[in-house]
């Protein structure tokens, strides 16, 4: 209010001729008409004083490190000799992914694949809905080893309002928590979206004590990405969650990993991006993702997905090899390569797998 007085105050604006419209006595409305103009006026000078800013000036949109990247160190991602043992045993830990629609199954069956070639002792799980996927999506799905686990549909807060549609779904992935409470319990999970392909071994993220562990996000805003997360199933921590949905703020836009940034916000371990190689890197800084691929863990397939097309239909198996020429194709072949080794891995997925396959 005290700011706005001066102007309220100068001198020639305020002579307004009294009448049944103004009283002297009691609040005028033409003088919270001139001030709200006045508010307007300052905005909009503001906004256009920033645009220029952020147009003209030497505005750096993400952090140096990434933009000047400079290739510094030879040095292991990580010395194996330094994991501590983990107290679980390998059945009490699980790699776990989602289904949520039939248009995922080869996806999932690929990833499966590549983490067996890992030779992990940990369990695969795959959280599915059973209203939605189909019998013969889940047989492709599990074919490599994942072991499927119904799943209720978490609806988003809000019922929505606000959410990339895109991300209808995603909430399920709180349902994380709660693997504790399943018969053969898992007390360590290592959750990887079903657009990523394992390509080493990732069983250290098992030892890490933190509630959650992640690696940062290169293509929105908030701080981790939610499609490689290393938790602790703890069906308490889950209501807690539950219950925290409806109170945390966080843009809405983002779905579930907004909210994972707001509850655990500073109380994450921040993973080296090697375990979320997210494909949208190599656009946005190349030099990051060259020095990255030799280390990489894991590859993430936001942008583009090798498996479905822009349209989120399913692709039928036997066209499957179209889909990811043409994805190789999109954005000026930036992805060729990556697309390329989805393809390589499915193709050794059919190959080993072709008996349980020709079930489905
Ligand atoms: C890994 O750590 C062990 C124990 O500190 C050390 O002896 C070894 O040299 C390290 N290896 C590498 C490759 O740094
Ligand atoms: C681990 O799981 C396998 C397969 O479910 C079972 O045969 C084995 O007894 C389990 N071991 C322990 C120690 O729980």
């Known amino acids: 209010m005290r700011f706005w007085a001066p102007f ?52 750096e949109r993400w952090p140096a490190a990434f933009e000047d990247f400079q290739q510094l160190k030879d040095y292991p991602l990580l010395n194996r000799s330094l994991v501590p043992t983990s107290i679980y045993h390998p059945n009490e830990t699980a790699f776990v992914t989602t289904l949520y629609s039939d248009s995922y199954a080869p996806a999932v069956a690929a990833l499966g694949h590549s983490l067996r070639k890992t030779n992990t002792p940990a369990r695969l799980l795959v959280l599915y809905f059973p209203d939605t996927v189909s019998q013969k999506a889940l047989c492709v799905a599990t074919a490599s080893g994942f072991v499927p686990q119904p799943v209720a549909r978490i609806a988003p807060p809000d019922d929505g309002r606000g959410m990339n549609p895109h991300f209808a779904d995603q909430y399920t992935k709180l349902a994380l928590w709660t693997l504790d409470a ?9 959750y990887l979206d079903a657009d990523t392909l394992a390509l080493g071994a990732l069983d250290e993220l098992f030892a890490q004590p933190y509630a959650l562990a992640a690696a940062p996000d290169v293509y929105f805003s908030t701080d981790v990405n939610a499609g490689v997360l290393a938790l602790h199933p703890d069906t308490a921590l889950h209501a807690a969650m539950r219950g925290a949905l409806a109170l945390a703020r966080f843009p ?57 097309s ?35 891995v499915w193709r050794d997925t059919l190959a080993t797998y072709s008996d349980h396959l020709s079930q489905c």
């Open 8 to 59: 309220a105050r100068k001198p020639g604006y305020m002579r307004l001729p009294a009448g049944p419209l103004y009283d002297a006595g009691s609040p005028a409305p033409y003088k919270s008409l001139y001030k709200t103009a006045c508010v307007a006026l300052v905005v909009l000078v503001l906004s256009i004083a920033l645009n220029c800013y952020l147009l003209f000036s030497n505005h």
């Open 182 to 190: 399943l018969p053969a319990p898992v007390r360590a999970a290592v």
């Open 252 to 308: 809405r836009e983002y779905a579930e990993q907004a909210f994972l940034n707001s509850f655990f916000a500073a109380d994450m371990l921040r993973l080296p991006l090697a375990y979320n190689g997210n494909i949208a890197l190599k656009k946005r800084a190349p030099r990051v993702w060259a020095a990255l691929r030799a280390q990489m863990r894991v590859i993430h397939y936001t942008d583009t997905k090798p498996f479905i």
């Open 310 to 344: 822009h349209s989120w239909k399913e692709v039928p198996l036997d066209r499957l090899h179209e889909r990811v020429r043409a994805a190789g194709r999109e954005n000026g072949g930036i992805f060729k390569e990556e697309m390329d080794y989805w393809e390589v």
